[in-house]
């Protein structure tokens, strides 16, 4: 350095440093992307990057890549663990992914390919940012991007959904534009809170044990109503969105999603690994395969699930990646009872009158109907409170409000009768039009 500086020779000249392949690096942020790429903290609940971290350079090869030839390697660079909380007061960056190919197309295609497998949960992050920035024409461009990339492509990124907008429009969007996704979902979170991870579907211990807590006995089907959490704002109980779940006794479950586009209902069965290996079966015949991780909040007031394709690919009715956060399922009245306890004896007309418990202990927040009301099967009777959560109870058929005399606040007990219906409608309407002429 001294002779150099002295005004020495270098030992090389530039020609003789060779360019072998091609590097390129992705660096993983905490940051919400469609909020102006602002920071964003909290807890990390799954961390899984595509190669093993901090061990420097990684052979890899990954199925499908026709551009690529051998000789690509990966790494990763984190001080990320999961569980690990990330706060204001460090930088936002999660890891740096670095790739090496032979040829610039390669190392893109490979750095593709590693963010495909990158597995991260809990927490807002560009992955699905860079994804679309390296699925570009223009940048796969050699020599095709500045700074003024984002800027002259933002038309891109918006129909993308991955700059500017709100974060809640694609939410709410999503339950329209792939339903199969948030019913898949609806479909993890059920094996989870049903502890069915790690047992085999079909018949076997499940489907022995299921008819012992099914509401209406060994024929009736306990039905779920499950309300996606979106970001503040955006109220899901008031839209004409509706998600449900019903427990089939073969283990399967009947999954319908309800959305001003129409209603769509599949029937999905299959297993759920400990590892977070799941497989599905849509209606019997369509295969699926997915890497999906669940959390369950402290206070057990949500739960979160977060679902990668094994392929790494989106298809024509499923993304590639996607999560989704409900309340926890609660148990709403099926459609059909059978068990005798929930029905009174029936009058002189032939009519039936069908009571409708509670299903635990609770507080009245919500009154939606009252007596003399018609009410059709699945209309929102009221809502109750417990356990710092909601359960919306529906009606279960046809009918008339014969009975309900409950008030906002009133507690009652597990098992209470909180409203009878009776389904003899027009013996109930010729009643009225007697009384009325007299």
Known sequence: QLRIAAGGALPMTQEDVPCIGHAMEARIYA?????????????VWHHSPPVKPNVGSV????????????????????????????????????SKLIVHAPSRLEAITTLQKSLDKYHLAGIPNNISFLQDCLNHETFRIAGGVDTGFLEREEAYFLRKNRIGGMEDEWHVDMLEQSPL??????????????????????????????????????????????????????DFSSSSSKIECASNRDGSYEISITTPAGRSVYTINGTFSPDGKMNVFVDGTK?????????????????????????????????????MTFRHPLPAFASSYRDSDNMLDGDATGGRKRSVKSPMPGKIIRVNAKEG??????????????MKMEHVVRSPLDGIVGTLELNVGDIVEDGSILAVIDDDIDSRKDDEEIESSA
């Not at 940051?31 to 807890?43: M, Y």
């Not at 990954?62 to 930088?91: F, I, M, P, W």
């Open 373 to 386: 009301d018609e009410v059709k099967d699945g209309d929102v009777l009221l809502v109750m409170e417990a």
């Open 181 to 234: 996704s948030v019913a898949i979902g609806v479909f993890g979170v059920m094996m989870k809170i049903d502890d069915r991870v790690g047992v085999a579907h079909s018949k076997g211990p499940w489907s022995n044990a299921s008819g012992s807590w099914r509401m209406g006995g060994s024929e009736g089907r306990f039905r779920r109503h499950l309300v996606p959490l979106f970001p503040e704002g955006v």
């Open 31 to 43: 940051e919400n992307t469609k909020k102006g790429f602002i920071p964003a903290v909290g807890k």
């Open 59 to 94: 052979p890899v090869e990954y199925e499908d890549t026709a551009t690529t030839k051998g000789g690509c390697v990966a790494r990763v660079d984190t001080g990320l663990q999961a569980n690990d909380v990330l706060t204001v007061h460090y930088d936002p960056m999660i």
């Open 287 to 323: 295969r699926m395969s997915f890497v999906a991780f669940t959390n369950e909040e402290e206070d057990k007031s949500s739960f979160d699930i977060s679902l990668w394709s094994s392929s790494g690919t989106s298809s024509s009715d499923t993304y590639s990646a996607w999560n």
